[in-house]
């Protein structure tokens, strides 16, 4: 179970959703009564349901351990690991809240995604910790989900401080080969300007017309 | 902040303590002279360079030292620093191939990223021998020259070096659908 949390957060970080908000609200209500005992088994439920346009990129553990009864539609659905990790948030009054916070998300998806920019968001601001990573910590339910979150955010902090180095090393490349190239070109202009002077001081030395070049010319011939 | 392409790109950090610059180092690969900071092809740099020393006084001699500081991969250098030339007792005035080579050249081969080739150069006092470490990987620079006495390095340059097919380390191409 918990391995299977641990990779949903992996997961889902790089996944979108193109749901919208709206219809995530109709499911919550309308759907409540024939749902599975379980508040989770009714959100998982739905989200089978809806309309899920993207094919999603799910993890083989995630789809041969699903923690809930799933119905058989599932594995060829795309969409197993969104609805579980849409349960790690407890309510819809959460929902909402994050909804309201999912503008100005970090994931890139469609702009008709608001539902699924805030649903990666929401998790994978509770996984991997971008945006308010606190906010969101102290709304979800803790326990569980901050271990395996933790674990999560770890790896995805370590991934970004490798990069942040990489990043800073691309650039002192660059910097360093630009610098070279600036001192190169003023020391060439320099021994450039240096030379015209001498050039020019040379000539005026030597007198301004050329010296001709004298083709042999006939003088006394010797008697011998 | 200093503007010298050595400080900016690590050289002065990771190989070298700050130096002041008093011969001028030419390294030429296939006839073409190496501009500091550049980044060259294994290929171009399999074979050994012509590594000339500027000047008028064919006594002093000098120890060239070429280092990987970013072996195996520079955000893993664990082999800091790879050596791959070592020669001493160059001429001034002349190139290496007047000197002893104590490490013969190892042609760069970097696997993974993109790794910082190092030239350094000592000017001697004395006619030294100099034994040939063990290995090459974990090669110091620094301890290097303090334990032949060497004093600070006289000039230093550096180039770039990838895979032959390398992409730059960018790994992945920008598709839509990753967020």
């Known amino acids: 179970m918990e391995e299977v949390w641990k990779d949903i957060t992996l997961n889902t970080f790089h996944q979108e959703r193109p749901i919208t908000p709206l219809d995530h609200h109709i499911y919550h209500h309308h759907h409540h009564a024939n749902s599975s005992p379980s508040f989770k088994g009714m959100i998982l439920q739905d989200f089978l349901a809806g309309p899920l346009n993207r094919p999603l990129h799910v993890s083989q553990t995630v789809v041969e351990q699903p923690p809930l009864p799933l119905p058989l539609p599932l594995p060829p659905y795309p969409s197993p690991a969104l609805p579980e990790t849409a349960l790690s948030l407890n309510s819809g009054l959460e929902f909402q809240y994050l909804g309201a916070d999912a503008t100005n998300s970090h994931s890139n998806s469609s702009s ?28 979800c339910s803790k326990k569980r989900l901050q271990e395996n979150t933790a674990i999560g955010v770890d790896r995805h902090h370590k991934r970004m401080i490798k990069n942040r180095e990489s990043a800073a090393r691309s650039r002192a490349r660059k910097q360093a080969y630009t610098n070279e190239l600036e001192l190169e070109v003023s020391h060439l202009k320099e021994e450039n300007a240096k030379l015209k002077k001498q050039y020019e001081e040379l000539r005026s030395a030597i007198g301004n017309p050329l010296p001709k070049r004298h083709p042999l010319r006939r003088s006394t011939t010797a008697p011998f | 902040m200093s503007r010298d392409p050595l400080v900016v790109g690590n050289v002065i950090g990771d190989v070298l303590d700050p130096f002041v610059k008093s011969t001028t180092l030419r390294v030429i690969y296939n006839n073409k002279e190496l501009t500091n900071g550049s980044e060259l092809k294994p290929s171009a740099v399999e074979n050994e360079p012509r590594v000339e020393i500027r000047g008028r006084d064919m006594r002093n001699l000098y120890t060239l030292v070429m280092v990987d500081p970013d072996a195996p991969s520079p955000s893993n250098p664990t ?92 790994r992945y191409q920008s598709v839509s659908g990753w967020t």
């Not at chain 2, 790879?82 to 002349?94: A, D, G, Q, R, S």
């Not at chain 2, 080739?117 to 030294?128: K, M, T």
């Not at chain 2, 620094?142 to 097919?165: I, K, S, T």
């Open chain 1, 112 to 139: 008709s995604g608001h539902n699924a920019s805030f649903i990666s968001s929401a998790f994978s601001s509770v996984a991997v910790g971008p945006p308010s990573p606190t906010d969101l910590f102290s709304l």
């Open chain 2, 79 to 170: 082999e800091r620093e790879h050596l791959h030339w070592l020669v001493t007792n160059i001429p001034e005035t002349k190139n290496a191939s007047f000197g002893n080579e104590i490490v013969c050249y190892e042609s760069p081969r970097p696997t993974a990223g993109i790794h910082r080739f190092v030239f350094v150069l000592f000017r001697q006092s004395i006619r030294e021998t100099i034994y040939a470490p063990g290995w090459r990987q974990n090669f110091n620079t620094r301890e290097f020259a303090a334990l032949y006495n060497l004093g600070d390095p006289v000039a230093a340059m550096f180039f770039n070096c990838q895979r032959e097919n390398g992409c730059g380390g960018r």
